[in-house]
């Protein structure tokens, strides 16, 4: 690499050539770049203001200066914050004024509450009996103007926080004193018993519409599906019922109201004139219905049907009912959702349409985009007064954090850093066609990589005229192929109801699953040659070079001439041309064993033989099964349950890019760091001593058809270091939630029986450690069984394997798999003497172990393994 000090402009092109062409920065703004590089320029302020908005909750950027053309100014913008995710919150905690600064930034300095916190108010002394006085007089005033407009003159009843409760909405006695009540309105009383609710409802046989929000008895589950069956309501707390008819259509037409709960003639076609209707967030299932129909609504251009399931129409249907209305110009619909997953496919089926979802139809159909989203809600951050700082930034930065990882010449670094744009560059706001683009750019001042100083830049793509606001892309270059609507769930609240439907299609096909395991006959074959000789043996691995003694193996440097290759290297076509290996050398590694030691394979072996066994935790596949996921984890919000997730890379050991959140924009952030699986965290593990551990089992496979595999007698069981916490402080905590210590903090071996012995003492009438073991060889067989039934293709008669299989108890010490490792690290197994705790209880020895592995593998013994 070039490695002089950068003196001219010649030199920065020379130093920073791929940088520049990687990062899209034009390249008649590279001198530019290069002058405000080199003098620090941030002169960001001379052209942009920065606005509240939000009420508050967010910053936006707005041009200041009277113009901008596309691409004539570029602009630095500095990293207030760069940091490793482990030490996020320590830097918070620890660097003055960072966790203050960082708040202000991301507008969480100041309580939620804080306006009406400050306001005192002196409450008054209530009136014996002032309440049911309020009541009284209201319903006098109605009785009045319904006797000067006739007893049967519809009525629409406003009784909102009167305290109301039970006993008094039953002397009330609605129905006999308005017989054609029309629209109830009970907001914020003091309602709890559902039979008495449902009773009183019932008796107004015309009421068409109640709102019961903010009463006690919505708690109740009940509540909704009781009053679905009252004949004739329409409208329950704002969501229509199965009974909607012309007047819930009609009220959110502006037909009906208030003032006039049955509009000035109650004719057969009330909805005649209605052209605007607007049906967003009123939990609609289906509008195969009468009343929604081009006959009576003929006029109908322009409808709003975001955020309603409709899962009882399908999507031909929908499209059908909806062609039939030829005056509509503008729909508003969730895509991907109820009327599919595709914007252009929807234009395609009503070509009368002007705007779809805000955008107009030319603009879709010239840009080829299939997701249109428009008026997405933000999510802004949510905390409580007493909360500290760094806390209330941990839980806005995903909102806020860009990301890289630093390579040289040798390797590319094994975690990423993130960090956050200054004032300016954070208050960029999303938009799906920017007029601004930001790129991270590393300035190599002494032209080597340890000299790098990190900003971002920034310059405009779009004309731009004062006033406007400056946006950029937070999702560019990715597209629908990459789960573009899924992932602005990050920073919008988008399409609950879509994902949750996925989640539940997903879930019925798992389900669908059964398995059967085949019958296959043993097979036992002895590798050594007839003539006596010694199987020759290259390995690049330390271990097998100093334990493997045995007089029928003799080690090799020339891989040409082995009769075994034990390599930590993945065998390929390309590594055996290169190497000059041939298909009658014997290999550990079976083909496709991908199926098994990488996460989300792993993960697709599991579910296409098992569906949904227990001992598996819910894993997603963040590649392709985003949706999926956002489903899942809403409908566990929805029910209060855990939500708490670890993320994995797809193929890296030693848990390196794993993270333990409970934060959805957290989990779909960190997809940018590299492709990962994302699994049901085990929130209640099995406790050693009050903190967490796995075990090591390590499993050797002679053959995939018929399938024959061998557990080791020797395992090994792996404790954290901290006592084990769920507080959300301790989740960036590695020897908290984490056990493989041999790499990083101190690792605490244990002897195994003793382990077993103080497991079965702690959990004494709980535990026995067999049971738990059988139950762990169950599960174990079952993963190889399932890899052989889905990847038949596994099975080579020249490979012999090893693998490490993961398990973790839960606290009904039940066995769950973690994951399955090819080449074990059997560090311990060589370095520590230990007694058989299943098998035959005898000693075993450290220096014996890959003499009983390659025995077992090759000879067909069975010294220190037992057979699965």
């Known amino acids: 690499?070039?490695?002089?000090?950068?003196?001219?402009?010649?030199?920065?092109?020379?130093?920073?050539?791929?940088?520049?062409?990687?990062?899209?920065?034009?390249?008649?703004?590279?001198?530019?770049?290069?002058?405000?590089?080199?003098?620090?320029?941030?002169?960001?302020?001379?052209?942009?203001?920065?606005?509240?908005?939000?009420?508050?909750?967010?910053?936006?950027?707005?041009?200041?200066?009277?113009?901008?053309?596309?691409?004539?100014?570029?602009?630095?913008?500095?990293?207030?914050?760069?940091?490793?995710?482990?030490?996020?919150?320590?830097?918070?905690?620890e660097v003055p004024g960072l966790a203050q600064r960082m708040a202000a930034l991301m507008c969480v300095d100041l309580d939620l509450g804080s306006v009406s916190e400050e306001t005192e108010f002196e409450p008054k002394e209530p009136h014996e009996n002032s309440t049911k006085r309020s009541a009284s007089e209201i319903l006098e005033r109605e009785l009045h103007i319904a006797q000067e407009k006739g007893r049967d003159a519809p009525t629409w009843l406003e009784l909102e926080e009167l305290d109301i409760d039970d006993e008094m909405l039953t002397s009330l006695d609605l129905s006999s004193k308005f017989p054609n009540l029309v629209a109830l309105n009970l907001w914020g009383n003091k309602l709890q018993n559902l039979e008495t609710v449902v009773r009183e409802v019932t008796r107004c046989r015309n009421l068409k519409a109640v709102w019961l929000n903010a009463n006690?008895?919505?708690?109740?589950?009940?509540?909704?599906?009781?009053?679905?069956?009252?004949?004739?309501?329409?409208?329950?707390?704002?969501?229509?019922?199965?009974?909607?008819?012309?007047?819930?259509?009609?009220?959110?037409?502006?037909?009906?109201?208030?003032?006039?709960?049955?509009?000035?003639?109650?004719?057969?076609?009330?909805?005649?004139?209605?052209?605007?209707?607007?049906?967003?967030?009123?939990?609609i299932r289906t509008l195969s219905n009468k009343a929604f129909s081009p006959i009576e609504m003929p006029s109908l251009s322009y409808l709003n049907l975001r955020g309603n399931p409709l899962d009882r129409t399908s999507v031909d249907d929908l499209l059908k009912i909806l062609q039939g209305f030829s005056c509509l110009q503008a729909l508003e619909v969730d895509i991907p959702g109820p009327v599919g997953e595709s914007a252009l496919k929807v234009l395609e089926s009503l070509p009368s349409l002007s705007l779809l979802n805000g955008v107009r139809a030319s603009s879709i159909?010239?840009?080829?985009?299939?997701?249109?989203?428009?008026?997405?809600?933000?999510?802004?951050?949510?905390?409580?007064?007493?909360?500290?700082?760094?806390?209330?930034?941990?839980?806005?930065?995903?909102?806020?954090?860009?990301?890289?990882?630093?390579?040289?010449?040798?390797?590319?670094?094994?975690?990423?850093?993130?960090?956050?744009?200054?004032?300016?560059?954070?208050?960029?706001?999303?938009?799906?066609?920017?007029?601004?683009?930001?790129?991270?750019?590393?300035?190599?001042?002494?032209?080597?990589?340890?000299?790098?100083v990190s900003f971002s830049v920034l310059w405009p793509t779009q004309n731009v005229q004062k006033g406007e606001e400056c946006t950029r892309d937070f999702l560019f270059g990715i597209g629908e192929d990459k789960q573009r609507s899924a992932r602005l769930t990050a920073w919008f609240h988008t399409l609950q109801n879509y994902f949750i439907l996925e989640y539940e299609k997903y879930s019925r096909q798992l389900q669908s699953k059964s398995f059967c395991p085949p019958v296959w006959a043993s097979v036992i074959q002895n590798l050594l040659p007839s003539d006596g000789r010694a199987l020759l043996v290259h390995t690049d691995l330390p271990q097998v070079e100093e334990f493997l003694a045995r007089p029928e193996?003799?080690?090799?440097?020339?891989?040409?001439?082995?009769?075994?290759?034990?390599?930590?290297?993945?065998?390929?076509?390309?590594?055996?041309?290169?190497?000059?290996?041939?298909?009658?050398?014997?290999?550990?590694?079976?083909p496709f064993e991908a199926c098994l030691v990488m996460k989300h394979h792993l993960a697709e072996t599991v579910y296409e033989a098992q569906g949904f066994p227990e001992w598996f935790q819910p894993t997603y596949n963040l590649e392709t099964q985003l949706s999926e996921l956002i489903g899942d984890y809403s409908m566990r919000q929805g029910d209060g349950r855990n939500n708490l997730w670890i993320l994995k890379p797809w193929n890296m050991a030693r848990t390196i890019d794993t993270t333990v959140t409970g934060d959805l924009s957290a989990i779909i952030r960190l997809m940018e760091t590299g492709p990962k699986i994302c699994q049901k965290y085990i929130d209640h593990p099995a406790l050693f001593q009050g903190k967490k551990f796995d075990l090591r089992y390590i499993v050797l496979v002679r053959s995939m058809n018929p399938l024959e595999i061998f557990l080791s007698d020797v395992f090994w069981v792996r404790l954290a270091n901290n006592a084990y916490s769920l507080d959300i402080s301790t989740l960036f905590d590695y020897e908290t939630h984490f056990t493989v210590m041999n790499y990083i903090g101190r690792m605490n071996h244990m002897y195994t029986p003793d382990f077993v012995t103080e497991f079965e003492k702690e959990h004494q009438g709980l535990v026995n450690w067999m049971d738990i073991h059988q139950r762990i060889r169950n599960m174990i067989r079952t993963v190889f069984e399932s890899a052989a039934m889905v990847h038949p293709e596994m099975h080579s008669s020249m490979s012999r394997a090893m693998y490490g299989v993961d398990v973790m108890l839960d606290s009904s010490f039940q066995p769950k798999l973690l994951e399955v490792t090819y080449c074990p690290d059997c560090t311990r197994a060589c370095k520590y003497d230990t007694k058989a705790v299943a098998g035959n209880g005898g000693v075993v020895k450290a220096k014996d172990f890959f003499n009983d592995v390659f025995g077992c593998l090759f000879l067909n013994e069975s010294t220190n393994v037992t057979g699965l």
């Open 1 to 93: 690499m070039y490695s002089s000090v950068i003196r001219n402009f010649d030199d920065f092109i020379q130093v920073h050539g791929f940088l520049l062409a990687s990062s899209g920065i034009p390249p008649s703004l590279y001198h530019q770049l290069f002058l405000k590089l080199s003098s620090e320029t941030f002169d960001g302020g001379d052209y942009f203001k920065i606005e509240p908005c939000e009420e508050g909750r967010q910053r936006r950027l707005i041009i200041s200066s009277e113009s901008m053309e596309k691409e004539s100014q570029l602009f630095l913008i500095d990293h207030a914050w760069t940091f490793r995710l482990s030490h996020a919150r320590k830097q918070l905690l």
């Open 365 to 452: 159909l010239e840009s080829g985009k299939h997701i249109i989203y428009s008026k997405l809600q933000p999510r802004l951050p949510e905390w409580t007064s007493d909360e500290p700082l760094a806390e209330r930034v941990i839980g806005a930065m995903w909102l806020y954090l860009m990301t890289y990882r630093l390579a040289d010449e040798e390797k590319l670094d094994e975690t990423s850093v993130w960090y956050v744009m200054d004032e300016l560059g954070s208050a960029l706001r999303h938009n799906d066609v920017p007029n601004f683009r930001v790129a991270p750019f590393l300035f190599m001042p002494e032209g080597k990589l340890t000299s790098a």
């Open 553 to 590: 193996f003799i080690l090799t440097s020339d891989p040409k001439d082995a009769d075994i290759i034990w390599t930590c290297m993945q065998v390929d076509e390309e590594m055996k041309k290169a190497t000059g290996l041939t298909d009658q050398q014997y290999i550990n590694q079976f």
């Open 216 to 283: 006690p008895i919505i708690q109740s589950c009940h509540i909704a599906d009781t009053l679905e069956v009252v004949p004739g309501l329409e409208i329950f707390n704002s969501c229509f019922t199965s009974n909607f008819n012309k007047w819930a259509l009609g009220f959110c037409g502006g037909i009906y109201g208030m003032d006039n709960p049955c509009g000035s003639r109650y004719t057969t076609h009330p909805l005649t004139d209605v052209t605007t209707l607007d049906l967003s967030n009123r939990g």
